[in-house]
């Protein structure tokens, strides 16, 4: 009963106190919740579902995550870069087939210049495209180049907002550091999207209802938000991995709480259930990021395992089986840029 107030006043406010997300982060039943979560997502961005396809064109990476399978010191996996013509040539496959926006992902390579990033960018932006970057933490500088060259937003997980167990999981790097980021982004009018991993090792439900107040005081314009799921050949390779009933009640949260955002299912949301993509778009969830990739790179850009399948064609996130996907559930694929309506503000 008492929680039945809760949801009401979220659905009707979009504001609450951190013990009662706790709350409903706690509930046996969430049924209600994602219903709730369902409404405010027809009601502020409607039946939409927005295609993002993504480019992985780099799985070099410096940094030493815990959870990724991409990080530094793993020597197991075999490493790639995707020339930038070939980059390109993706992103027109992903024009011609549709898309409005391309999502240009790489580990934190420091082989690609900021210089050549921009030509690349600029080149996909003569298709009429808009362009996210989720190419991790760099400087104040070069996040205005980008900028200037065309990029109109950027993907940077916060992963936890608990200082003590970003420490743990991210050596050598800072908590301050990845926030200096996401605010310059902002700053530089990029749409900003930010996130969590759930099912962290240590990661308590407050830990996740004070990231769902950080999203909402940072006002994140995106949210990605999916299960962790442990790596073989990482430190976590052992751990248990996220609970998908708890990212869904966390997608359906980050509705609730920023009605007018845009809100993936994610891949692996996707990868950790089978019926993933459809439980996300049910409850909050707005846009889904096709692979437009190629395959023999796929198959290289191991975060996690069961990513993709040895046919890749056959993978959960490949275009076909996404659009028919979405049509199955009675919802529509978005036909413009997809930027965020800011209905609120
Ligand atoms: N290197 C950039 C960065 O870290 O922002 C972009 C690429 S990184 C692979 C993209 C996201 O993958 C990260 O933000 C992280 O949340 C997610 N990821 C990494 N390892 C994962 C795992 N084992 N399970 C689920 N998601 C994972
Ligand atoms: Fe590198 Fe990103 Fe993986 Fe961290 S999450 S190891 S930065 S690719």
């Given at each position: 009963k008492d929680n039945d107030v809760l949801i009401e006043k979220l659905e009707t406010q979009h504001d609450i106190e951190k013990e009662e997300i706790v709350m409903l982060l706690a509930l046996k039943d969430p049924s209600k919740l994602y219903q709730a979560a369902d409404r405010v997502r027809r009601k502020y961005v409607g039946d939409d579902v927005h295609l993002r396809g993504l480019i992985e064109f780099s799985n070099y990476c410096n940094n030493t995550c815990f959870y990724c399978g991409l990080r530094g010191p793993n020597r197991t996996i075999k490493r790639y870069r995707m020339e930038p013509e070939e980059i390109i040539q993706c992103a027109k496959y992903g024009a011609a087939a549709g898309l409005k926006t391309i999502v240009l992902q790489s580990g934190e390579?420091?082989?690609?210049?900021?210089?050549?990033?921009?030509?690349?960018?600029?080149?996909?932006?003569?298709?009429?495209?808009?362009?996210?970057?989720?190419?991790?933490?760099?400087?104040?500088?070069?996040?205005?180049?980008?900028?200037?060259?065309?990029?109109?937003?950027?993907?940077?997980?916060?992963?936890?907002?608990?200082?003590?167990?970003?420490?743990?999981?991210?050596?050598?790097?800072?908590?301050?550091?990845?926030?200096?980021?996401?605010?310059?982004?902002?700053?530089?009018?990029?749409?900003?999207?930010?996130g969590s991993l759930v099912g962290l090792p240590g990661q308590t439900l407050e830990m996740l209802a004070d990231d769902l107040i950080?999203?909402?005081?940072?006002?994140?314009?995106?949210?990605?938000?999916?299960?962790?799921?442990?790596?073989?050949?990482?430190?976590?390779?052992?751990?248990?991995?996220?609970?998908?009933?708890?990212?869904?009640?966390?997608?359906?949260?980050?509705?609730l709480l920023l009605p007018d955002i845009n809100i993936p299912a994610t891949t692996a949301l996707a990868v950790k259930d089978k019926e993933g993509y459809i439980k996300g778009l049910k409850c909050g969830a707005n846009v889904i990021m096709p692979n437009i990739g190629k395959d023999e790179y796929k198959k290289l850009y191991k975060l996690y395992p069961g990513k993709v399948p040895d046919n890749p064609s056959e993978a959960v996130n490949s275009l076909e089986n996404i659009k028919k996907l979405i049509l199955s559930q009675n919802r529509t694929i978005g036909k413009d840029k997809g930027y965020r309506k800011k209905i609120l503000n």
């Open positions: 390579d420091k082989y690609f210049k900021i210089n050549t990033l921009c030509k690349i960018i600029e080149e996909i932006k003569k298709l009429d495209m808009a362009i996210t970057l989720s190419i991790g933490e760099l400087t104040t500088k070069d996040y205005a180049e980008l900028k200037k060259a065309g990029a109109d937003r950027y993907l940077l997980r916060i992963e936890t907002t608990n200082k003590e167990l970003y420490q743990k999981l991210h050596p050598g790097m800072s908590y301050e550091n990845r926030v200096r980021c996401l605010m310059d982004l902002k700053e530089l009018g990029y749409e900003v999207g930010t950080f999203f909402k005081k940072i006002d994140a314009d995106m949210l990605g938000i999916g299960p962790f799921i442990p790596c073989e050949n990482t430190p976590l390779e052992r751990e248990k991995g996220g609970n998908v009933e708890i990212v869904l009640k966390m997608l359906a949260l980050s509705r």
